[in-house]
Antibody, heavy 122, light 107 residues
Framework: EVQLVESGGGLVQPGRSLRLSCAAS????????MHWVRQAPGKGLEWVSG????????DYADSVKGRFTISRDNAKNSLYLQMNSLRAEDTALYYC???????????????WGQGTLVTVSS | AIRMTQSPSSLSASTGDRVTITCRAS??????LAWYQQKPGKAPKLLIY???TLQSGVPSRFSGSGSGTDFTLTISCLQSEDFATYYC?????????FGQGTKVEIK
């Protein structure tokens, strides 16, 4: 059974940093690109960042470019999101999501974690 | 960035109704289009990918069509468990983008 379990969220002051983690199981982690998607309270979905299966390629939403860094450790079946210079508008539930296309292809998100809540407030 | 526009933003329907939601991309995305269902307090669930391919385990009353810039999600016979918010998403080019969502409510 595929499982994605996020952790690392919490209350943080504006300008501070936070690192999110996503522990993956039930599939061959290094066969798939992975992503972070967020949802502000009561709002829609926003893609945040994605990373290729071998960490060779990373992409970011304009709203987080230069502040957030996505990474992965295939040996630990884990995905990360380092968030620096946090702003109030970064407050959201952050989901880890797996693509449904294997290495070399592009796909939609077939599995999602339950999310970890990040609240940026003084 | 490619803008995804869904219509309507919300709709009221009854069990058994046929429901259609549309999604328009600001530029062509071939068939790199997915549809998700999200219920309150839950993570989104993939329904359709590649514009028209039904995700494994999703009931056949859900169907998707379209290519290029115009896409449609159809629920052929609405069931009580289908009341939720639906999102389209393009994965043709970065940054990947979602539509604003369509909330399907009980009439």
């Amino acid at each position: 059974e595929v499982q994605l379990v996020e952790s690392g969220g919490g209350l943080v002051q504006p300008g501070r940093s936070l690192r999110l983690s996503c522990a993956a199981s039930g599939f061959t982690f290094d066969d798939y690109d992975m992503h972070w998607v967020r949802q502000a309270p009561g709002k829609g979905l926003e893609w945040v960042s994605g990373i290729s299966w071998n960490s060779g390629s990373t992409d970011y939403a304009d709203s987080v470019k230069g502040r957030f860094t996505i990474s992965r450790d295939n040996a630990k079946n884990s995905l990360y999101l380092q968030m620096n210079s946090l702003r109030a508008e970064d407050t959201a539930l952050y989901y880890c999501a797996k693509e449904n296309a294997i290495v070399g292809a592009t796909g939609a998100f077939d599995y999602w974690g339950q999310g970890t809540l990040v609240t940026v407030s003084s | 960035a490619i803008r995804m526009t869904q219509s309507p933003s919300s709709l009221s329907a009854s069990t058994g109704d046929r429901v259609t939601i549309t999604c328009r991309a600001s530029q062509g995305i071939t068939s790199y289009l997915a549809w998700y269902q999200q219920k309150p307090g839950k993570a989104p669930k993939l329904l359709i990918y590649a514009a028209s391919t039904l995700q494994s385990g999703v009931p056949s009353r859900f169907s998707g069509s379209g290519s290029g810039t115009d896409f449609t999600l159809t629920i052929s016979c609405l069931q009580s468990e289908d009341f939720a918010t639906y999102y389209c998403q393009q994965y043709y080019s970065y940054p990947w983008t979602f539509g604003q969502g369509t909330k399907v409510e009980i009439k």
